[in-house]
């Protein structure tokens, strides 16, 4: 089985070839390549690369698949004994990116 570890905005993420990642929102359309260089570990079945701290050479190429939020959170400041109660809504935007090829160069 082939598969990396990647590093996309502070956040890594394991990426399989045909399988779907969500990362953070991403200033990209619909349908466009991209291509994350940020590549910290390869594997494939026996042959493992560990970069210090990135594999040079090595690279992802992913479509875009689409903009989706995650869950709403509710955040609720309480403070006792002073009518203080606030309560907000917060739901992430995330870009889900499909997998479709993972390369090191040799």
Do not use: C
């Not at 990396?4 to 991403?26: S, W």
């Not at 042959?47 to 959170?73: R, W």
């Amino acid at each position: 089985m082939k598969y990396a570890i990647v590093e996309n905005g502070g956040k890594q993420y394991k990426v399989v070839e045909g399988t779907t990642i969500e990362v953070d929102l991403l200033p990209v359309e619909v349908g466009e390549q991209i291509e994350i260089n940020q590549v910290l570990l390869f594997v494939d079945d026996d042959e493992v690369k560990v970069g210090t701290p990135e594999l040079v050479g090595a690279k992802v190429k992913t479509t875009v698949v689409s903009h989706i939020k995650g869950p709403k959170i509710i955040v609720f400041k309480y403070r006792p004994k002073k009518r203080i109660r606030v309560k907000t809504g917060h739901r992430q935007q995330y870009t889900r990116l499909m997998v479709n090829t993972i390369e090191l160069e040799k």
